[in-house]
């Protein structure tokens, strides 16, 4: 090769690093400048008590949440799936300016019954993180979500079912061989009635962790750990501590967003 070809050779080769180079800056810069909010809903009652022994923590209504969704959607936000998250950590998709995730713990029947409606309607997506051992069960009085149901929602593709545990005790109290053989067990009975999930994405009963659960469910095929509480930044986001904020019964979505753009939470 002539001295001319090498010189056209090393700028060729100049310009792909620099274009390589920018490109992840640029995505970078992009990462920075995004806050991921992940809100987190419980049980749904058309009726709201007088008193409760939780401080009204886990309990809204139907029209509140529908209320929340469309303030989310007239103020600009996007609202994304754990597998759309999933894709933009990887590169694969650019993410929304103002993303937004929805999930639901425990796996309440009352999200089939109230909120898989309010879901269709608005064509939004979220995320049920299910105790497995409580699939189909009537507890206490409150009904839990069959397998039906779940198939049925995941099937609209509007929803995404993990996990919440096997049995929703604090994990963080026992030796972690028994958090991660429940989590495998969880996810072997989900993957039995809804088919193999590409995912895997485990919520913490209580949020009840320690570092070694963290690297024990890392090192265990769980690709995305959710359990404290606060506001993600796409920047530093870190797929095994992935933050919520919980919503208390009727808070506004006027509220949210102010304590989203605050960053109070």
């Known amino acids: 090769m002539n001295f001319k070809k090498w010189i056209i050779l090393v700028i060729f080769i ?8 920018t490109f992840k800056q640029m995505k970078y810069e992009q990462r920075a400048d995004v806050k991921i909010p992940v809100l987190l809903y419980h049980n749904f009652v058309t009726t709201v008590p007088e008193s409760d022994p939780d401080n009204f923590q886990y309990i809204n209504t139907p029209e509140s949440f529908e209320e929340n969704i469309k303030t989310f959607l007239e103020n ?21 300016s103002k993303p937004l995730l929805i999930t639901f713990d425990d796996g309440y029947y009352s999200n089939y019954e109230y909120i898989y409606p309010i879901l269709k309607k608005y064509h939004v997506k979220a995320s049920i993180y ?34 919440h545990s096997k049995r929703h005790v ?8 028994e958090l991660r053989d429940d989590v495998k067990e969880s996810y072997e009975l989900i ?6 999930k590409d995912l ?3 919520a913490y009963p209580y949020g009840a962790y320690t570092d070694e659960t963290v690297r024990a469910l890392k090192n ?10 606060g506001l993600n930044n796409f920047k530093d986001f870190d797929k095994n501590f992935i933050k919520r904020i919980n919503i208390p019964c009727e808070m506004t979505g006027k509220e949210i967003i102010e304590e989203i753009e605050k960053g109070t939470f």
């Open 14 to 21: 100049v310009i792909v690093i620099v274009g390589i180079y």
């Open 191 to 196: 993957e039995k009635y809804l088919g193999k």
């Open 170 to 177: 604090f994990y963080s109290k026992l030796p972690v061989r």
């Open 130 to 163: 299910i105790i497995t051992d409580k699939v189909g069960q009537e507890i206490d009085g409150i009904e839990y979500l069959g397998w039906d149901e779940c198939l049925e929602m995941q099937n609209s593709g509007l929803v995404e079912i993990y996990s």
């Open 76 to 96: 600009g936000y996007t609202i994304i799936s754990m597998e759309e998250l999933n894709d933009a950590y990887n590169g694969k998709i650019a993410l929304p």
């Open 200 to 202: 895997k994405v485990f």
């Open 220 to 229: 265990n095929g769980i690709d995305f750990q959710l359990y404290d509480l």
